[in-house]
Structure formats: C-alpha cells, structure tokens
Nanobody
Framework: QVQLVESGGGLVQPGESLQLSCAASRNIFSIYTMGWYRQAPGKQRDLVAT???????NYTDSVRGRFTISRDGAKNTVNLQMNSLKPEDTAVYYC?????????WGQGTQVTVSS
C-alpha cells in the first residue's frame, strides 16, 4: 500500500503561482507512476500531470507550459509547480500513485484562483 499526503493548496489571484507537494509512504522511485488529478465542483476528476519512474512526463493540454511536475528524492515528494494560474484551475487537487497494480489517492488539497 501507499499513503499519500498533499500540501500547498490555497487561495491566489490570477497570474500567481503555487506549489503543491505530495509526500509518499514509500520511496517515490519504487512507485512506477505518480501524478496529480483535479476535480472542480460538479465535474469529474481529470488528469493534470503524471511522471513515471522512467521520468516520462505527461500533461493535460490546458496546463502544458504553465505547470511542472517533478520528483524530489531528498524529501520523497512529488511536486507540482503551478504558474500563471487561471480561475479555471480552481479545483481540489489529488495526488495519485499506481503501485503493484493498485491505485492510491491522497485526501486532496483545495486550490482557488480568484481576484
């Protein structure tokens, strides 16, 4: 099993930045795929970005060029740097891990972009 704990959400104005972090209970390099999803009110949970242990990275089109996913081995975290935030980025952001055929989720962290 994998436990995931997110941090770093908050309220920001359009154009500002936030960094989300996801701490994992296992060595992040032992987990094949980790990433971030988000869910806005009344909508389904959608992929934001993923990173594999082989460093393959995937972004959804709406965040490519603004968001950057990375792994910090020293802190055992997967981070999401979000720049040039827009109101449509407002959502609960969930950390995700796929480990030994199972899917694991964090509890979510709220990101609100509003003036």
């Amino acid at each position: 099993q994998v436990q995931l704990v997110e941090s770093g959400g908050g309220l920001v104005q359009p154009g500002e930045s936030l960094q989300l972090s996801c701490a994992a209970s296992r060595n992040i390099f032992s987990i094949y795929t980790m990433g971030w999803y988000r869910q806005a009110p009344g909508k389904q949970r959608d992929l934001v970005a993923t990173i594999t242990s082989g460093t393959r990275i995937n972004y959804t089109d709406s965040v490519r060029g603004r968001f950057t996913i990375s792994r910090d081995g020293a802190k055992n975290t997967v981070n999401l740097q979000m720049n040039s935030l827009k109101p449509e980025d407002t959502a609960v952001y969930y950390c995700y891990a796929r480990f030994l055929g199972g899917d694991y989720w964090g509890q979510g962290t709220q990101v609100t972009v509003s003036s």
